[in-house]
């Protein structure tokens, strides 16, 4: 069963080492891309039709690596139906935003390198399970992205580039810190979900709780530390790497994910209820500062800003039972997401192009106008896809737990999706009519690619796993 | 008769390739051949080192085991190292190479003889003779003359062997011998001594001047940042494994009964290197200054962990040392794989765009880089890891904290090199290098691809050479 389970990592891998020699400046990095993408989504679909669906364990895949036998350190990579199916939408959203790429981005091979290592690292992540190998890719993915950010992000200043790696790279050593705590009292490496069994003084369990908090609270944009991250999104004009930097807080929910498995541990338990209301509070804060901006990737980013929010106060409010909601939900979030910005990326380059208003740009390009309708309306939780269902288990668990909280969630996600219709408002309104009549609209290629990506989220409406079961 | 003669080949060896050095006619168009000769002698030096590792050079007054085997194996690879890398600069520049090898033959010779010894008289020697190499080097391979580095480390060398003579006569008034034994012996009867106090730290601060501890590193610092690339390399990689190697052997042999008194010395001097090396890299424009502060704050770290000078702290320390060693030769050879238009780069904004122009060397340059800060999946990660790990084990959690935040503060100062690399517009058209600089990093890169891979290598015989030392 386990057969083509080390392909995952060894694939992208494969495809870093093909594009370090591939030429420049012409489209093969693109293919190896395109085509180890294509392969590993290929290999985790496999997967996910492997595991027995009416089993309520999360049956996994497990491979060992010996790595320092002197200190106990095993590397241990195991893949459960909770984090295939997050590593389904990861390898979809990338699938969109490399095929979103603009023809010379294309040929860029440092782009297409970093992005695959990037890959390499969130797999190498999501598979995971003791904490050395957790950390070796919680921080070896900040490299791409950071070198990325520099490269393409157009930023200004010298000073919010520093921050950017300054606060990941604190949250890394955070992180650190807590692995070599856990490898004091443990006396070697730890599988992640023993963690809470290991038994040490009430002090260090705080350090450790505190420290692991910390590094995953440092990627996603939870108050205060939500500067960096709005800062470094606004410039971003490639689709690759803009789904790259959204990536990143799904990291930092994913360890939360995995470090709380069990229950909330004991060293961190007083501190909770602040981290729930700096959630929340976040949640509507972002939500509003999503209405005020004008720019639609900015709104996109405060869209998922407050659904990651929304994904990590379910990890710490409601039982382990919603945590596969989660990753139905996640699936849909990151292939929406990643099919916006695409999308706006491809409106905003043929404004440029025809140098006309971003205003009424949908007017002139019927068919992208269709399908940038329907992940709008996907996206602001319209039954069209398998996200409707598990947010509403989700956010319905939550008017359970606590009426107040669900209605400050339910009213941050009204204001997000305002958000969200009004741009596509503003984009449809032909009332100021641009000066040019005819705008290319999108390929049929293009239509064809993204007809398919509907149609997957549509039937996942009926069928959450259609394709696999 | 004829055994200790053998015993003594490498010393022979490169006793000898002095002096040819030093006879033959210095002349520009000579280069090939004196690299190649110093190639020749020191590789052969090196053969009679490795076979006769366990035998005394000086009978009484040296001593091999494996633990010397190890940092002359360090002393030698990097000599080869900077000896391949430097000869294409000093044909490039039209420079005569026979000062520079002459300086790396006598670092060879007394730094193994400083590795070796077990008697004090002769690591004093040992160490007046490297200083005053080093000193020919700074004196004799100059481009600019913006700094007297030469001038300040001529001062600063008085000074130490003043201090030199003054621990000779204190220790020897009190044990009447030179011998390691002999000092330990009567230091564990004389703890609380504070003239054998003083004069055991003034050996300390002589040999922590040679390796360029803060609050010593003045000369360090401000002679790496403004003297030539292979000199800058020579200091940073070369007698430095002598100069640690020479350390550790001191400090386990001679005063280990000493260390509880030492704790808080080594502790203080360790913070202020971390301090020092941290906030004066951020301080910089100068990209060697910037690396020669990150080894100050490198080598505070090898200091606080080996303080007790235990079995597990000795081995912790080399660890970090060697894997320092990998990354900063590394990033050595992707300095002599930049240049603009026959001139080696100094200045951060001298490095803007090179990724543009020379996209492999800055890749590896940078990768070199994110090792010294301890990402994973680099090399850095292992020492970093293993230094850490050890000061937890040992409850130092304010140490380990501290090292963590200067830790973010030297970040700063590695993230503007990477800047200027890859962030900036290349202004400027970058010489093509040579491919011997491409295999150089790439063996380097081979090398700590292996070691991350299986670590066992590096710890289980790391960690067998250095229990030698303590049998």
């Known amino acids: 069963m386990t057969d083509i389970f080390p392909l995952l990592l060894l694939l992208p891998l494969l495809g870093c080492l093909f594009i370090l020699f591939a030429k420049k400046n012409d489209n093969n990095s693109f293919h190896v891309v395109l085509f180890t993408l294509l392969s590993n989504l290929a290999v985790i679909v496999r997967l996910l039709t492997q595991i027995n669906r009416d089993n309520n364990d999360l049956q996994s895949f497990h491979i060992a690596y010996s790595w320092l036998e002197s200190k106990g350190i095993e590397l241990v990579m195991d893949a459960n139906l909770f984090s295939l199916l997050v590593l389904l939408g990861i390898y979809v959203a990338f699938i969109i935003a490399v095929v979103g790429l603009t023809p010379q981005q294309r040929k860029n091979k440092s782009q297409m390198l970093l992005g695959l290592y990037f890959v390499w690292n969130v797999t190498g992540l999501l598979c995971a399970n003791d904490m050395v190998s957790f950390y070796i890719f919680f921080a070896g993915m900040l490299i791409p992205l950071f070198l990325l950010i520099g490269l393409y992000g157009n930023i200004k200043k010298n000073s919010t580039l520093y921050l950017f790696f300054a606060f990941n790279y604190a949250g890394i050593l955070c992180l650190l810190t807590a692995m070599l705590f856990v490898y004091k009292y443990h006396q070697g490496n730890v599988e992640l979900q023993d963690i809470a069994l290991i038994k040490m003084p009430a002090g260090a369990a705080v350090v450790v709780w505190t420290s692991v908090c910390m590094a995953f609270i440092s990627r996603i944009p939870i108050w205060p530390f939500h500067y960096w991250i709005s800062s470094i999104n606004s410039g971003l004009r490639s689709s690759l790497v803009y789904v790259m930097t959204n990536m990143l807080p799904l990291t930092g929910l994913y360890g939360f994910l995995r470090f709380w498995q069990i229950t909330i541990p004991k060293g961190i338990l007083p501190f909770v209820p602040v981290v729930e209301i700096f959630g929340i509070m976040t949640m509507l804060f972002i939500a509003l500062i999503g209405l005020s901006h004008k720019d639609f990737l900015q709104k996109l980013f405060s869209y998922n800003t407050v659904y990651y929010l929304l994904f990590l106060l379910t990890t710490i409010m409601l039982p382990e039972a919603y945590i596969i909601n989660i990753a139905y939900s996640l699936i849909t979030f990151l292939i929406v997401n990643s099919s916006l910005t695409v999308l706006d990326l491809w409106a905003e380059n043929a404004c440029e192009e025809n140098n006309c208003d971003y205003r009424g740009i949908l007017a002139y390009m019927p068919r992208l106008a269709v399908i940038f309708a329907f992940f709008v309306l996907v996206a602001v939780g319209l039954p069209l896809s398998a996200m409707f269902w598990n947010n509403f288990v989700l956010i319905s668990a939550f008017f359970r737990t606590s009426f107040t909280q669900g209605l400050l969630m339910m009213i941050a996600i009204c204001i997000i999706s305002t958000a969200l219709l009004y741009e596509l408002f503003i984009m449809r309104d032909a009332t100021n009519k641009n000066p040019v009549i005819e705008i290319e609209d999108i390929s049929d290629t293009k239509v064809a690619f993204l007809m398919a990506v509907i149609v997957f989220l549509f039937v996942s409406f009926f069928n959450p796993l259609w394709f696999a079961f | ?471």
Not at chain 2, 63 to 81: D, I, K, P, R
Not at chain 2, 302 to 315: D, I, Y
Not at chain 2, 436 to 463: E, R, S
Request: hydrophobic share 55%; charged share 10%; net charge neutral.
């Open chain 2, 1 to 471: 008769m004829l055994e200790s003669i053998i015993y003594l080949s490498p010393l022979i060896v490169l006793l000898s390739s002095i002096f040819i050095l030093m006879f033959s006619e210095h002349n520009e168009e000579e280069q090939y051949r004196c690299f190649k000769f110093s190639k020749i002698m020191m590789i052969t030096a090196f053969v009679f080192t490795v076979i006769f590792y366990n035998k005394p050079l000086i009978a009484e007054v040296t001593s091999g085991n494996q633990y010397t085997l190890l940092f002359e194996c360090l002393l030698y690879g990097g000599s080869l190292a900077l000896l391949y890398l430097s000869r294409k600069w000093f044909a490039s520049m039209g420079m005569s190479g026979y000062t520079f090898c002459g300086g790396i033959f006598v670092a060879l010779l007394f730094g193994s003889l400083l590795i070796r010894s077990s008697n004090l008289l002769l690591s004093v020697v040992c160490c007046v003779f490297m200083m005053m190499g080093n000193y020919a080097l700074l004196k004799g391979i100059t481009i600019k003359k913006e700094f007297n580095s030469d001038r300040v480390y001529l001062f600063a060398m008085v000074f130490c062997i003043l201090l030199l003579a003054m621990a000779l006569l204190v220790l020897y008034q009190y044990t009447d011998s030179f011998d390691y034994t002999q000092i330990r012996e009567v230091l564990s009867a004389n703890t609380r001594n504070i003239w054998l106090f003083a004069a055991v730290a003034a050996m300390l601060t002589v040999l922590m001047f040679m390796l360029g501890l803060a609050p010593l590193h003045f000369w360090f610092t401000e002679t790496l940042g403004g003297t030539v690339l292979p000199v800058f390399a020579y200091f940073i990689i070369v007698p430095i494994c002598a100069c640690w190697g020479g350390f550790i052997r001191f400090n386990t042999e001679a005063i280990l009964p000493f260390s509880e008194n030492l704790y808080l010395f080594y502790k203080t001097i360790a913070l202020i290197s971390i301090t020092l090396g941290a906030l004066g890299a951020c301080s910089v424009q100068n990209v060697r200054k910037i690396l020669a502060y990150g080894t100050v704050y490198h080598w505070g770290i090898v200091l606080l962990v080996m303080q007790s000078f235990s079995l597990n702290a000795v081995n912790t320390g080399v660890i970090y040392i060697l894997v320092y060693l990998l990354a900063m030769y590394g990033i050595c050879a992707c300095l002599f794989g930049l240049k603009i238009k026959g001139e080696y780069l100094f200045m951060l904004g001298e490095f803007e765009g090179a990724a543009y122009k020379r996209p492999y060397i800055s890749a590896m340059m940078t990768i070199f880089i994110f090792s010294l800060l301890g990402i994973p999946p680099f090399l850095g990660f292992f020492g970093v890891f293993s230094a850490l790990s050890y000061l937890a084990e040992h409850d130092s959690f304010y140490q380990f904290g501290y090292i963590m935040l200067m830790l973010i503060v030297l970040s700063y100062a590695y993230v503007q090199i990477i800047k200027n690399l890859y962030f900036e517009k290349s202004k400027e058209n970058f010489d093509r290098a040579d491919s011997g600089i491409y295999t150089a990093v790439l063996i380097n890169a081979l090398l700590m691809i292996v070691i991350m891979l299986k670590p066992q290598y590096l710890l289980q015989d790391v960690y067998k050479m250095i229990e030698s030392l303590f049998l």
